[in-house]
């Protein structure tokens, strides 16, 4: 039998090597290009092929919506200046598009946003294990390289509630002001303008706090992701020993997820047909806690994961207990959201702890590789082995079916 706790040792030694010795790992950064080549060298010291690839991604996460924000908090100064309606027509169409922006960006769409903002060069390390015999199925274990900026919201449970709300209220103040303008374009009802004070004071807090967010350091992302990387590099080795029968696997350590999964998106641009029925595992912050896997991803919209990962992650939950596995809805968002609303086959694992006191490191200068759990770093190993090995079954009982 295989002592998983070897490949959680290997898994814990690049967890450390990306978030001590790299360092945070911000989105189009050289960091992150280091981490990139980190995870392709690992590879090919374990001799499995491997290659980067790049692509272009926006460079902030906050930047769009302060350019959302801000014009439609000048529209408001304009019109409050002149009080014409025209100007109230105007200031309804920015308001309007203003949120039409928003939505689009946090559910992974192209928008007027991300056409006027900068780019910069990101990419993929990619690694592929063949099949041991003739390959049936198609798995890709993907877990990002980058991490994010340290806000203040999200240093507490209580502040990430606010933000929540706030992303939220946000939404709605600019889809109220657009109407609110509308109307008073044709009535002139000047009591409307207590509306409009209350969504302007929101979207300026918001517009206060992505400010503020985008100045903030990078965190160290020793669970949020590097743990998500370090278990898929371990996986890797033990693949390259033990490669499954019928499955390739692929091992992608991709970029620019903190800005939007820029990075899965670009690796099932560019793998269109070789990915169109492969089943995508995303591996996200699985360093603390006890495993678990998505049910649903997202973060205004929710998408349900793929079906029958689904159900193998369920059997494997419930025939291995002492690997303490559950199942809940998704908080925010991982690279599955982008690839289920493009109709992938994606199924996300995470780890997260039983009690409310045990808070998750994330987006936080504490995410550092003291916080990581061995253990936690085993179980999760044994588990997405379980779960790959119950898909490469269940293809070698297709193909013994077919014969």
């Known amino acids: ?54 692509f272009r991604s926006g460079r902030s996460t ?10 439609a908090l000048i529209s408001t100064a304009l019109y409050f200046a002149t009080h014409f309606r025209l100007v109230a027509l105007v200031a309804g169409a920015i308001s309007a598009l203003s949120a039409w922006g928003m939505f689009a960006e946090l559910d992974f769409s192209s928008n007027w946003m991300r056409k006027l903002l900068p780019t910069g060069s990101s990419q993929n390390a990619v690694g592929v294990v063949q099949a041991k015999k003739n390959r049936r199925h198609r798995i890709v274990l993907l877990g990002h390289v980058d991490t994010h900026r340290t ?40 009591w409307l303008h207590w509306a409009l004070i209350v969504a302007t004071a929101v979207q300026l807090f918001a517009l206060v706090l992505c400010v503020h967010a985008d100045i903030t350091p990078y965190s160290p992302g020793a669970n949020d992701n590097a743990s998500g990387v370090g278990t898929i590099l371990a996986l890797g080795h033990r693949l390259a020993q033990y490669p499954l029968q019928h499955t390739e696997v692929w091992l992608v350590a991709d970029g620019c997820e903190e800005l939007g999964c820029y990075g899965a998106a670009a690796l099932v641009d560019q793998h269109p047909d070789e990915l169109r029925n492969a089943t995508i595992i995303a591996l996200d912050i699985v360093g603390a806690g006890d495993p678990a896997f998505l049910i649903n991803d997202g973060l205004l919209r929710k998408y349900p994961v793929d ?39 994606a199924f996300t694992i995470d780890a997260l702890p039983r009690e409310e006191a045990g808070a998750v490191q994330w987006h936080q200068m504490t995410d550092t590789v003291d916080r990581i759990e061995l253990d936690c770093l085993r179980r999760v190993h044994e588990f997405v082995w379980n779960i790959l090995t119950g898909i490469d079954q269940e293809q070698q009982s297709s193909a013994q079916r077919s014969t």
């Open 62 to 71: 906050y930047r769009p919506f302060v350019l959302a924000f801000g014009a």
């Open 151 to 190: 806000p203040v919201f999200y240093s507490s449970t209580t502040w990430h509630k606010l933000f929540v709300a706030l992303v939220g209220g946000t939404f709605i103040s600019l889809a109220v002001s657009a109407v609110v303008y509308i109307l008073l374009a044709v009535t002139g009802w000047v």
């Open 307 to 345: 079906s029958p990962t689904l159900s193998i992650a369920r059997q494997v939950s419930k025939d291995h207990p002492a690997l303490r596995a559950f199942e809940h809805a998704g908080i925010a968002y991982t690279d599955s959201a982008v690839l289920l609303k493009r109709g992938y086959r």
């Open 1 to 54: 039998m295989v002592d998983s706790t070897a490949y959680a040792e290997l898994a814990l030694s690049h967890i450390r090597y990306l978030s001590e010795t790299i360092g945070g790992r911000g989105s189009t950064t050289h960091q992150e290009r280091q981490g990139a080549q980190y995870a392709c060298d690992t590879m090919a010291g374990a001799r499995i092929p491997s290659r980067l690839e790049p």
